[in-house]
């Protein structure tokens, strides 16, 4: 605050004096149009070089071999072969992986929000011996880097025989500190005079959380459980570490080993990937601006 | 407001909170403390779970490995590349997004979008891109007269792939914070400054920067902790090895290693306390940088 009032005072003064700095005003609009071409040439620009690693991605898959070596690249295909894709079913099983993906990822979301629901409820509206040291302790681990647990984790998982099995890749998943941390935040903002006047016309806890303020939270628990499938679809060392079964890969370990199967085959490659990507894309166009509220809101915790 | 608990209460909201306790504590508080322990013990046998003793001669070890300072170099350049270029450049394009109104939530879509992809498998396409003879990068490179680059095989150029890579996929990111950042700062501040007659540039270094001192904080500190924890792009860039000649090695990757492929279970859980102490220590000094020079 005072750096602005610092400098602006002696700007004002000058203003005051230079002739030419009242002329840069008034042509205030014009300097507008000018900043926004610029503003928009950049952008797009920026956006299609974003774009091209996708673009290439989908070109690719859709050629044949020789298209996809060819130099120079070509960048639409004679032929569109949609071949491809069915090829990489073939040579590797990811119809197989895409269950194991869509299964993990349901289990884990769909138990991720039941514990997180349950949890934010009790931290944001009943009273209990030590919440608040429960609740510091248990932000302070969202400090240690994941990664720090995974050999203690592959241990217990390993201690309770299950190596190797669906529950391995979900049941370390079906809790997160984050989102309780998101939806505590969300609760909290609902009125206590909701609570009290739910409790006064006989409503238990029970039915309040699920009746009233689970559905006045929609937005918040839609933005967790989006952020929660991205993650878990797109989750890679942890499944690698507990199977070794081709059968249990979910898509993104199965495609890495499918790295090494389709040796140069890039066009396949280009189209496992994009049979790895497109859900999630698919699920971005739709739910936007869940995902985009669930960013921001997380930037909000710091 | 509230009342005090009771034995009652508190016994209703443990029904609440027990299962999300009963995973969190199984997956996520005890592994923090057995990790403490695991990076102690000495002679550990990992298949009749007999711990020899405790000690440091684990982070001795670690210290000694020169494919461990490696990985803590590489992991340091690899943060110290990825976030400040992701900074600049993501705070550029949504200041830029703020000037515009058509197109602006569209731009905004494009520049997410790798946010949401499976990093495994855009690693794979950016491996394509890479491609020493016919990849699209050496292509672009090419019609500017540069020699083709071995970007996944030369160790010289492993690291800058990684860094390219991380930039681009992280930017969208970035740019929603900023946004939300900007948006919380009070329009009269640009109204006042333009009635003083601070240029655009003047306007953005005087009121902007300052302002969004706090946003820049968090994303730089968001920014550094995630990029110290880079793996799953060197394993598929790099076709599940750490680069070239173990150029790329990160310190997650060299957890992964001792533990995965070497079993050497009480080593790389010294390398993780390392890794936490690490991340630690600089989240600390940027939070006392901070302190020192964002003004809110």
């Known amino acids: ?302 | 407001m509230m009342e005090k608990p009771t034995l009652k209460s508190s016994l209703k909201s443990l029904f609440y909170i027990a299962p999300m306790l009963l995973i969190v504590g199984t997956f996520n508080l005890y592994p923090i403390v057995q990790s403490f322990l695991m990076s102690l013990y000495q002679d550990y046998n990992i298949f009749t779970g007999e711990v020899g003793g405790y000690g440091f001669s684990n982070f001795v070890e670690i210290l000694q490995d020169p494919k461990f300072i490696l990985a803590i170099r590489n992991t340091f350049i690899f943060v110290l590349g990825v976030v400040p270029i992701s900074i600049v450049i993501s705070l550029t394009i949504a200041v830029l997004l703020t000037k515009i109104e058509a197109l602006s939530s569209f731009f905004r879509s494009i520049y997410f979008l790798p946010f949401v992809t499976s990093t495994v498998a855009i690693s794979i396409v950016w491996s394509w891109i890479y491609h020493s003879r016919f990849g699209l990068l050496n292509y672009g490179l090419g019609l500017l007269g540069v020699a083709p680059i071995e970007f996944l095989e030369d160790p010289d150029y492993a690291m800058l792939a990684l860094v390219i890579m991380a930039v681009w996929k992280g930017l969208g990111f970035n740019i929603i914070l900023f946004l939300v950042g900007l948006n919380n700062i009070d329009a009269n501040y640009y109204s006042a400054a333009k009635i003083d007659g601070a240029k655009g540039f003047q306007r953005f270094t005087n009121i902007t920067v300052p302002l969004l001192g706090p946003t820049i904080f968090l994303v730089s500190v968001m920014g550094v902790i995630n990029s110290f924890k880079v793996f799953d792009e060197v394993f598929a860039l790099f076709q599940s090895r750490p680069g070239p000649a173990g150029s790329a090695m990160t310190v997650v990757y060299y957890i992964f290693q001792k533990f995965y492929q070497e079993n050497q279970y009480a080593v790389a859980a010294a390398a993780g306390i390392v890794l936490f102490l690490i991340i630690l220590v600089v989240t600390l000094i940027q939070m006392g940088f901070n302190k020192k020079f964002v003004h809110y």
């Open chain 1, 1 to 302: 605050m005072e750096q602005i009032n610092r400098k602006s005072t002696p700007l004002l003064a000058s203003i005051l004096k230079r002739k030419k700095e009242k002329a840069d005003l008034d042509s205030g609009a014009s300097q507008n149009i000018s900043t926004r071409v610029a503003a928009y040439v950049l952008l797009g620009l920026g956006s299609f070089t974003m774009l091209i690693p996708f673009l290439w991605m989908v070109s690719t898959s859709l050629k044949s071999p020789a298209e996809a070596v060819a130099m120079p690249p070509v960048w639409i295909p004679q032929v569109f072969r949609i071949e491809n894709f069915i090829e990489a079913f073939e040579v590797a099983p990811f119809g197989r992986y895409f269950l194991n993906s869509v299964l993990i990822t349901a289990l884990s979301t769909l138990g991720e929000l039941l514990t997180t629901i349950l949890a934010a409820f009790a931290f944001a509206k009943l009273k209990f011996y030590g919440k608040n040291l429960l609740f510091t302790i248990l932000i302070a681990t969202m400090m240690v880097p994941g990664e720090l647990l995974i050999i203690p984790n592959y241990l217990t998982i390993s201690n309770m025989g299950l190596i190797n099995t669906y529950a391995a890749m979900i049941i370390p998943y079906v809790a997160s500190v984050f989102s309780v941390f998101m939806l505590k935040q969300n609760f909290e903002s609902i009125p206590n005079e909701l609570y009290y006047a739910a409790k006064v016309d006989g409503s238990n806890d029970f039915r309040f959380l699920w009746t009233i303020l689970v559905p006045l939270s929609k937005s918040a628990i839609v933005a967790v459980a989006i952020l929660k499938i991205i993650g878990s679809w797109n989750a890679f060392m942890w499944p690698l570490i507990v199977t070794n079964e081709t059968a249990l890969r979910p898509l993104p370990v199965g495609l890495l080993a499918f790295t090494t199967e389709a040796g140069t085959h890039y066009q396949l490659l280009m189209a496992a990937s994009a049979i790895v990507i497109a859900p999630m894309i698919l699920i971005y166009l739709f739910l936007q601006r869940y995902i985009i509220m669930g960013v921001a809101k997380s930037g909000l915790k710091g």
